[in-house]
Structure formats: structure tokens, C-alpha cells
């Protein structure tokens, strides 16, 4: 058995670890799990309700690692009991129990335990002084949000807290060491580390009444950051355009920090540069706080497992600065968390009309050797029975977030697809039975015992991205927005959802990662939030997407700000066409009216019946394009201003529109003009890599799918090879039926065997 170098260290750092030594390291160029260096593609199984029957069923399927809940202090959530009981009691009682469920049910199988960082209410009670403060200066949370067993008043340790972080740590390593000492230590295959809002490392008052954390333990952290940042009272005076020392600043208001909702679409920085960094100190936070228990963790373990954490929910959470979400750059740095947890996206998942997307850029994490953990807990037809089980008294509601469907066999095809999902992106997934029991049925579990055995056949195949569109989208631009947006909700949240139904795969960056990504391969770039840019980024936009043959769509106010600044003429700079922003401050619709008579895409689009496009509810400011050399392709519905432009700069096409909110067929005809390959022309969720290929029908009929040079074709999970040297297939599909295909290029393909531009159309 070959092992690398990393493996060789761990197990060296970590001789008196028992088992094996597990790790995120690089296969077939994608982050992948491996034990002893050798690859584990499998899909895992984790639950809330640990239970022999589950567990054995999903064994028998092909499941070889297991995840369950588990806590060094408390679960809020009671999906497990207190284990911190008292200051020098501990209970594992339930933990091994767990592991004892999962073990009886295959005596092989790895575990993953899911371990919830939350301090026990004795704590609390002992230490007040270490708790969360909210805006009206009162400790207790009301009617806490989400999930929570009974809607009761509790108190919170605040993040920031020294004592609670050395006190959770050393709790954490308690937890750890009674598991290398159990009889099962040979078993651990990973370790989750959770925390704060249902457990996913968001801060607890995201959509909450109450804003947080007043203490004085955010307090003194926040002077802290600023005192790295800005290094001297004097620079933070000439930042704030105010007199302040360090040692003065105070956490923003609530007001402050909520100035603006749903009137304007940015912060100014002039008067307002202090809401500014407090928002990027307040997302610098939860990473920080990860990376520390991450290493706990790994140290605990002798650096011999891999360890993960919820975390990188941009686009779902709509670049909410209240979340704590917006600094995946930092976490990408850390060397102590290996994989990034990532619930399925809720949004729009239903079959058919729906489907999943990635919650933030993903090829971000594969530049930094970083595994994206897909949590995938879509329910199955089997959803009434078990809300009727749990008493779940809005079942209907989450019917829908949770995309439960009405037949065994449209449970198998929402489940096809996350699978292709997975194969699409080179991600990982785990089958999350959020309540248990959604896979209890013998027609389902034949069809997940499939998908294991592809996701095991698809280490022997390449993964990797084949997309030739780029999504690039930028953290610190999220600070100079208004906390919930709508520019930046309708920027950062709905163009992944038309993406995936554009017919062609897409990868998503933050765009200082284009200095790790070779950007030669790709088309179209999609620019969504770029609001704030240094001097070092504009300069990468230039050198790594601004070139001849490239088009680069540039949506809303990009450039509008470098740091501290509001500079309307860096608009115009970065995207290289003269634009106009008179009312900075005022936002209106961006509704745009297409021009019949424009070229390309805009045209093709009036004479498929689509005449404007662009969401109805106000979004950004207005800003037009005032450019004498710039064709104009679409006016704003109320001012007739040209708000959808392109110009050629310098070879590359540049486009401004003044807004990324626009529907798939907007989208597909953009990347058609860009020269992207389309697979497939209907509106149908779709995944591509090299040598996968997945629809979601939306609809019933005859799909052609397409590729852009000859390629043997077969169904991913019966192995029935259906064409050969094929470039274009049809295939019949019911409506929301889902097909996973396997692609072998032809790597001798001369250009020649390419489609010809004209079958596009």
C-alpha cells in the first residue's frame, strides 16, 4: 500500500493514535478523503437518530462511514444529552451507545462523530460574565430561532469569550481522548466540529429580532482587529473621519448597523467606515474561533485525522454580514480544518424546477486543498410518516425547504441528483437522515446502494472541472453593502440558480484566487458583487479575465469603491466602458427593456418572446452606461437609460448590466455568444465534468445532449454503454426524471470532430 508524505508525518506526529491515519489530499487533481494515502470516494451516512436498523440498511447499501451527533459541553438542540454534566464530570455513556448502534450494525465501519462545541447551562449559570450581550443590553435570548425543542428564554456564551474557549477546548480534548481510549479508537475516520446557530457556525441572531454581541469580550476583540489593521489611533481617526482611540471604540448600534435596510444598497464610507470593519471583524470571527477548536482537535489526535466544519454559505445567505459567513478566504488559510461542511442549498431544490447549488465559490476550496463536504438531507416520500412520528407541527413548510417528494421513484431520481451533483463538481456528499427513517424502504435503499457503488467506481475516473464559465464574486465587497441588500441578495442568490439550468457547468472564485487559477480555459466570466476593489484586484481582473476572446459580464456597481473610498470613476475603470451613477444613494427596479434590434444575444432573446428581463423589486442605483462606443442592448424600463451594454476592450467583450438577476435563457444565450459549449438547450438542472454528466428533466421529452468532441456514453449506474463516439445523443426523459451518465473522451479527438458552430443553435 502506497502511502504519502503527509500520511507518513501524521502517523509518525501520531504513533499512540489507534486506527488509521485519514486526511484531505489531492487525487486526480480534486481535494479527496484518504486513509493511509489511498483515495475514499464513498458517500457517508450521518443522522440525528442513531438506530441499528438504519445503520445496518445503509451498511448493507454500501455506507462505510457513519456520522452522529455528539457534544463536549451541550446541545443546544437536544440532538444529543449534555456530556459536560459538571465542573470534572463527564458522560459518554451516550456517545459510546451511539457508536455501539453503528458498530452492531457493521462491526467495519469508520465514524465520524459530530461534535457540538456548546457550553452546559451550569456554565452558564457559573460564569455570567462570559455570556453574549444583546442590543437592549439583556443576556437572554428570546424565543430562540430555528429548531430550537421549546421556544424559552436561555442565555448564550459569547464567542469572544477567553474562558469559554479555553473551557470548551479543554472539554473537547476530554471528549477526544475517552474515544482513543475506547475499544472502537481503531474506528474514527473524522471528526465535524460545530457550533453556534444550528450548529452551522453562523452567528445566533441571523434573522433574529435581537442583534449581537455587545459584551465585553466582542467588545475588547473588536479593538483589537482595528489595532492590527490600523496600527495607530491616527489612522483609525483619518479611517472614521472622527476622533476615537482604540481603547474608546464600541461595538456599532444596532441602528448603525441596520442603517439603510431596503432604501440604499451601500454603506458610505465616509461617515460610515466604522459599520464597514466592524462587519468584516464580525465575519473574521467565526473562522478564527474554528480554526482554534479545529486544532484542538487535530493536536488531540496526534494530527492522524482529518477534521471539518459548517462554514461558506455566501450565496445561499445572500452575503448577509450578519451571518458570519463572508470570510471563507480566512478559513482557507487555516492548516487545522481539512473539509468544509455545506448543508444542501434550501432555496430552490424541489425536483425537476429545482435543483442544488454550491453555497459559495467552490473552486476556491480545491485551490486551497480544501474538501467541500455537500451535507445532503433532502427527506424522501416517506416525509409524512416521519413528520407524523416527530410531531413536527409545520410539516407542510418544510415539505418544500426540505424537498421532500410524493414517490419512491421521484425520491430515488432527487437523490440521482445530488449524486450528480457531487459528480458533477468533484465534491464529496454525505445522506443526511435528518430525522430517521427517510430511507426505510427497500426500492429506495436498491437505488442508494447504486449510488454508493458510483461514487466507488468514480475514483477511477476524472472528476475534474471541464466548465467554461467563471463566476467571480468578492467577501470584503459585502461590508460596504447594506446588511440584507437587495443588490446584493439579487446578485449573489439567484444567478446559481440559473446556472444550473443554463446547459452548461459553471466553477465560482473569489476573485483573489485568480492569482492560483489558470483562467485560459474559460469563456464567459460572470463578475456578481465587485464593489470594492484595491489595486491588486483590479489589476488581477485585467491580467486574468480582461483578455482578447474572453467575454467578462460585469454585473451592478463593480469597482465602485476601493478601501475606505467611494470612487464612481473606478466603475469605469475595471470594466473598461464610461458609466454614470448620479444617485449613489437611491435604488430603484432592474428592469431592463431588451432592443429588438440589437446583435447577438439581446436579439435572439426578443425573438424567442422575451422582451425585458430583471427583477421587478428595487435592487441597486442607477447606474447607466455613457460610453459613445458602447452598443447598447437593453434600456432601464423606467428612465430609458442603457443599462445593458457591450464594448470591445482591448479584444476582450465586456459587458455591464445593472443587474445579475436575469432568467436561464438569459444566461444561456449570453454563454452561447461567449463561444461556451451548451450540452443541453432545455431548462433542465444539469451537472457536468470530465466524465460525468447529469440531468434533471423539467418536463417530459427528448433531450439532445451535446458534446463538444466524440465520446462513448453510458449510464452511469447500470454501466449499459448507450453510444459510441457520439456528439450528439437524444434521449427520451420523463418529467423530473433524473439520468446519470458516464463520459470517455476521446483524447485523440482532432479539432475537426468538434460540433460545428451552427448545430448550437
Known amino acids: 500500500m502506497l502511502f504519502t508524505i503527509a500520511a507518513i508525518i501524521s502517523m509518525a506526529a501520531g504513533a499512540d493514535i489507534p486506527g488509521p491515519v485519514t486526511a484531505v489530499e489531492t487525487w486526480r487533481g480534486l481535494p479527496a478523503f484518504t486513509i493511509n494515502g489511498e483515495p475514499h470516494m464513498s458517500t457517508s451516512f450521518e443522522t440525528y437518530v442513531p438506530n441499528v436498523r438504519h445503520f445496518k440498511q445503509m451498511a448493507e447499501a454500501g455506507a462505510t462511514v457513519f456520522g452522529f451527533p455528539t457534544n463536549c459541553g451541550e446541545e443546544p438542540y437536544w440532538h444529543s444529552t449534555p456530556v459536560w454534566v459538571g465542573p470534572e464530570v463527564w458522560d459518554f455513556s451516550e456517545l459510546d451507545e451511539s457508536v455501539g448502534k453503528i458498530l452492531e450494525a457493521d462491526p467495519q465501519a469508520y465514524i465520524m462523530p459530530r461534535i457540538n462545541v456548546s457550553e452546559p447551562e451550569w456554565w452558564r449559570d457559573a460564569n455570567p460574565n462570559e455570556l453574549m450581550v444583546f442590543d437592549d443590553g439583556t443576556v437572554d435570548y428570546r424565543e430562540p430561532y430555528r429548531l430550537w425543542p421549546a421556544c424559552k428564554s436561555r442565555t448564550i456564551a459569547s464567542i469572544c469569550s477567553q474562558k469559554w474557549r479555553d473551557d470548551m477546548a479543554m472539554s473537547l480534548r476530554r471528549l477526544i481522548e475517552h474515544i482513543q481510549q475506547a475499544p472502537y479508537a481503531d474506528r474514527v475516520f473524522a471528526y465535524q466540529i460545530f457550533s453556534q446557530a444550528t450548529e ?15 459584551s465585553v469580550h466582542m467588545q475588547r476583540a473588536f479593538q483589537d482587529w482595528l489595532r492590527k489593521k490600523y496600527g495607530a489611533d491616527d489612522a483609525l481617526q483619518a479611517a472614521w473621519g472622527r476622533p476615537v482611540a482604540f481603547e474608546d471604540v464600541q461595538i456599532p448600534s444596532k441602528e448603525r448597523r441596520w442603517a439603510g435596510y431596503s432604501e440604499r444598497a451601500f454603506r458610505d464610507p465616509a461617515t460610515e467606515m466604522d459599520v464597514i470593519d466592524f462587519y468584516d471583524f464580525y465575519n473574521a470571527v467565526i473562522p478564527e474561533a474554528i480554526d482554534f477548536f479545529c486544532s484542538v482537535a487535530k493536536d488531540a489526535c496526534g494530527r492522524t485525522k482529518a477534521v471539518g466544519a459548517f462554514y461558506a454559505y455566501m450565496y445561499e445567505f445572500c452575503g448577509r454580514g450578519e451571518s458570519g459567513h463572508m470570510a471563507v478566504q480566512q478559513l482557507l488559510q487555516s492548516s487545522n480544518c481539512d473539509f468544509i461542511v455545506v448543508t444542501a442549498s434550501y432555496g430552490q ?18 485551490l486551497h486543498n480544501k474538501l467541500w463536504y455537500e451535507d445532503n438531507d433532502t427527506v424522501s416520500y416517506l416525509f409524512p410518516q416521519v413528520s407524523q412520528r416527530i410531531g413536527d407541527a409545520e410539516w407542510e413548510r418544510s415539505k418544500e425547504v426540505l424537498a421532500a417528494t410524493d414517490t419512491a421513484e421521484q425520491s430515488q431520481w432527487i437523490y440521482e441528483r445530488g449524486a450528480g451533483f457531487v459528480l458533477g463538481n468533484g465534491v464529496y456528499q454525505a445522506l443526511f437522515d435528518l430525522h430517521g427513517g427517510y430511507f426505510d424502504d427497500p426500492e429506495l435503499l436498491q437505488a442508494v446502494k447504486g449510488i454508493y457503488r458510483v461514487f466507488s467506481e468514480s475514483a477511477q475516473y476524472e472528476r475534474t472541472s471541464c466548465s467554461e464559465i467563471l463566476v467571480v464574486a468578492d467577501e470584503r465587497s459585502i461590508f460596504y453593502s447594506t446588511e440584507d441588500s437587495p443588490l446584493l441578495a439579487q446578485s449573489l442568490y439567484d444567478p446559481p440558480y440559473r446556472l444550473i439550468k443554463c446547459g452548461a457547468p459553471y466553477d465560482s472564485v473569489y476573485v483573489n484566487d485568480l492569482a492560483l487559477l489558470d483562467t485560459s480555459p474559460y469563456k464567459l466570466f460572470i463578475v456578481l458583487n465587485a464593489y470594492c476593489l484595491d489595486d491588486a484586484q483590479r489589476a488581477l481582473l485585467q491580467e486574468k479575465v480582461m483578455q482578447p476572446g474572453k467575454t467578462v459580464f460585469w454585473a451592478g456597481a463593480s469597482g465602485l469603491f476601493t478601501e475606505g473610498k467611494r470612487i464612481p470613476e473606478g466603475m469605469s475603470a475595471v470594466t473598461g466602458i464610461r458609466l454614470s451613477a448620479p444617485e449613489l444613494d437611491a435604488i430603484v427596479p432592474g428592469i431592463m427593456e431588451l432592443d429588438a434590434a440589437a446583435p447577438g444575444f439581446a436579439g ?37 437609460k442603457p443599462v445593458l451594454v457591450k464594448k470591445d476592450v482591448n479584444g476582450a467583450t465586456s459587458i455591464y448590466s445593472i443587474t445579475a438577476s436575469a432568467p436561464v435563457a438569459f444566461y444561456r444565450e449570453l454563454a452561447r455568444d461567449a463561444g461556451v459549449h451548451l450540452y443541453n438547450e432545455q431548462n433542465d438542472t444539469l451537472y457536468v465534468s470530465q ?13 439532445i445532449l451535446r458534446f463538444p468532441m466524440p465520446v462513448d456514453l453510458y449510464d452511469a449506474v447500470s454501466n449499459e454503454k448507450l453510444a459510441s463516439q457520439t456528439t450528439a445523443h437524444p434521449i427520451a426523459f420523463r418529467d423530473l426524471e433524473t439520468r446519470i451518465f458516464r463520459i470517455e473522451r476521446n483524447p485523440s479527438a482532432s479539432p475537426s470532430a468538434v460540433i460545428p458552430e451552427e448545430e448550437h443553435q
Open 604 to 640: 435572439r432573446l426578443v425573438q424567442a418572446g422575451v422582451t425585458s428581463v430583471g427583477p421587478e423589486a428595487p435592487g441597486g442605483p442607477l447606474v447607466y452606461a455613457d460610453d459613445p462606443d458602447a452598443v447598447v442592448l437593453a434600456r432601464h424600463a423606467a428612465s430609458k
Open 691 to 703: 466524465s460525468y454528466l447529469t440531468l434533471n428533466a423539467d418536463g417530459a421529452g427528448e433531450r
Open 200 to 214: 452551522e457556525w453562523y452567528h445566533y441572531t441571523l434573522g433574529h429580532e435581537q442583534t449581537s454581541d455587545y
Open 349 to 366: 431544490r424541489q425536483l425537476g424546477s429545482g435543483g442544488s447549488i454550491l453555497r459559495s465559490p467552490h473552486t476556491s476550496l480545491r
